[in-house]
């Protein structure tokens, strides 16, 4: 029977029943652990919580044995006797005779994986319920006090709480075996191996290419900071980034003599906080075409050539897995909750921009009263969410004007607007810096993409180039910086090459993972 054919009146009304529950599987699983104690007591220890048990007698005696668990002490239906009349706890359970009972009440405990699936499924339904019923009373209570949140971070927190639920898990304790862990890292480095100038599907390249020479590839569940004075370019940057990603494309010319293929495209969410998205968009078709965006917001005339490049980038653009936002001031409860529905509906996700950081909100009422607190709360957050949803997160930062003061006009770390938990959210920050914009004897095409922070990529600088007047970044400053060029090439020329040893055995072509073969079997 279809609920949709119900009013949410008469859906209501069916609410009011009796919670799932089984009583026969309760009392089958304590008839086991009474039993044998010593082997399935330590188990239900990792994988049953006493929240399970929906009988208040029944989830007394187990709470019962897990302290006597605990504390080291022998375990029988006997001694489960003398620890509830120690605790006055014997009547609420039934009496001694309810004991004996329960021990008899299955005749093996072979059944007992069978007990612990329905416990949990039915503690999963109960949690459900309890959620929506939290999420219909606050629905129902909404405006009746002063100071209640937006109607935006009710649906948010709803969500967290069912979403909760399934983060709980319902099977296994979450440990991996490290054998298990050194295969699939031999299988990776392996696949690697033979694929020597192929960055891992898994990874998000960022489309320049020494970036993801160096990075070779962000990996998911990562937060990424990129950060800059204003006028530096970073917005440019992002958009070019979350273009490459979503397009597939990258500037990979030099990999592809080699063997190296354009990225596949990605799925992007992107949060224009900042500006429009018409005025995003118009950078990327205007600015990618290759045509200057001051002459074409003036409205100069443009030439039958000029058409056609942007008809063709207009085609380009128009094959694009990108969604965008441009609502300002967003809260990061009502980000994130966008962000599931996407990822539901897109199948999944690979990079989500946010342009920026610091002109997001926080909806709770602690945030409110402190700045600090709500950029906390909204680092935090990005980084739950890049795990939660396993995708990059790219937040766009301000930083303060520290750099501008001293001498050396690079940017630190200490830079960051709020650096202490930005800094210490983040697993990666990068900071764009144009030195033209402070010495004009540098060259105007000439960017830095300082790797500041970076867990697995170490720091350092990149050079990148920059095209003001069509506010476009490329990776094709080599000819332009490079005082040997040549050598520079060959230098990564020979990090793509496989290696080709003469001397290289047959044992040696064999999988990595063929050397672990029978380790661990006894």
Same mark, same amino acid.
């Given at each position: ?6 009013t ?17 599987a309760?009392?089958g699983m304590i ?9 399935r007591?330590s188990e239900?220890r ?5 929240e399970?048990?929906?009988?208040d007698g029944l989830?007394?005696?187990?709470e019962?044995m ?11 239906p006997?001694e489960v ?18 004991i004996t009972?329960?021990t008899?009440?299955?005749?093996i ?7 612990t699936?329905?416990l949990?499924?039915?503690l999963?339904?109960r949690?459900?319920i309890h959620?929506?019923?939290?999420s219909i009373?606050?629905a129902?209570?909404?405006g009746?006090e002063d100071?209640?949140p937006?109607?935006?971070q ?9 979403f ?5 898990g319902?099977?296994?304790?979450g440990?991996v075996?490290?054998r298990?862990g050194?295969m699939?890292v ?6 690697q191996?033979?694929h020597?100038?192929?960055?891992p ?5 960022f489309g ?9 590839g ?18 440019a940057?992002?958009?070019?980034i979350?273009g ?8 990979y ?8 293929p ?6 992007v969410?992107v949060?224009n ?8 968009v118009t ?5 990618g075409a290759g045509l200057?965006l001051? *002459?074409?917001?003036?409205g100069l /005339? ?5 058409q056609e %490049?942007?008809? $063709?980038? =207009?085609? !380009? ?11 300002p ?8 909750a966008?962000c ?16 920026y950081l610091?002109?997001?909100s926080?909806?709770?009422k ?6 600090e607190r709500e950029?906390?709360e ?9 795990k939660?949803?396993n995708?990059?997160?790219? *937040?766009?930062a301000q930083l303060? /004007? ?6 050396? %006009?690079k940017p $630190?770390? =200490?830079? !960051?607007?709020?650096?202490g ?6 697993d990666?920050?990068?900071m764009?810096m144009r ?7 540098q060259p105007a095409?000439l960017?830095?993409l ?11 600088e ?5 095209d ?7 990776s ?7 005082n040997?060029?040549?050598q520079?090439e060959k ?7 496989p290696?080709?040893s003469k ?6 072509d064999?999988?990595l993972? =063929?050397? !672990? ?6």
């Open positions: 029977m279809s609920l949709e054919m119900f949410c009146e008469e859906l209501l009304a069916r609410i009011n029943r009796k919670l799932p529950e089984s009583e026969e309760e009392r008839s086991c652990l009474l039993q044998d104690p010593i082997e007591l239900a990792i994988h049953l919580p006493s399970a048990f929906y009988r989830r007394l005696i187990y019962i897990l302290d006597m668990l605990d504390k080291g002490l022998p375990i029988g006997i006797t003398h620890a509830l009349r120690e605790k006055n706890l014997l009547d609420k359970v039934g009496g001694a005779a309810e009972e329960l008899s009440f299955v005749p405990t072979a059944h007992y994986p069978f007990y699936r329905v949990k499924d039915k999963t339904l949690q459900l959620a929506n019923a939290k009373t606050m129902f209570e909404h009746l100071g209640d937006e109607v935006a009710l649906v948010s927190v709803a969500q967290e709480m069912v909760a639920i399934n983060a709980e319902t099977s296994g304790d440990g075996e490290y298990e050194v699939n031999l299988e990776s480095v392996e696949n191996l033979n020597p100038a192929v960055i599907a898994e990874r998000v390249p320049f290419t020494d970036l993801d020479r160096r990075v070779w962000f990996v998911r569940g990562q937060l990424v900071i990129l950060a800059a004075r204003p006028s530096m370019g970073k917005s940057l992002a958009k070019d979350y490459h990603v979503g397009r597939g494309e990258g500037h010319d030099e990999w592809n003599k080699q063997g190296w354009h990225q596949t495209r990605k799925r969410l949060f906080l900042e500006m429009t998205n018409e005025q995003s950078r990327d078709l205007v600015g200057d001051q *002459a074409t917001r003036y /005339r443009i030439t039958r050539d000029w %490049k942007l008809a $063709t980038r =207009a085609k !380009l653009l128009g094959g694009s897995n990108i969604r965008m936002y441009d609502r001031g967003m809260s990061i409860q009502r980000l994130r966008i599931r529905q996407q990822k539901r509906k897109q199948g999944g996700l690979d990079l989500i921009v946010i342009d610091q002109l997001m926080s909806e709770t602690r945030a409110s009263q402190n700045r950029i906390a909204i680092s935090a957050g990005l980084k739950e969410m890049a939660e949803l995708c990059v997160v790219l *937040a766009l303060n /004007r520290s750099a501008e003061e001293r001498k050396e %006009k $630190t770390l =200490a830079d !960051l607007r709020e650096s938990t930005i800094e210490q959210d983040a990666v920050v990068m764009l030195p033209h914009y402070y010495d004009e004897e095409g960017a830095l300082i790797l500041a922070k970076g867990r697995d990529v170490g720091i350092g990149i050079e990148i180039g920059f003001g007047p069509r506010t476009t970044f490329s094709y400053t080599t000819k332009l910086l490079s040997n060029e040549e520079r230098r990564y020329q020979s990090k793509a090459q290696s080709k001397g290289r055995s047959k044992e040696a064999a999988p993972g =063929a050397s !672990l073969e029978g380790i661990g079997d006894d």
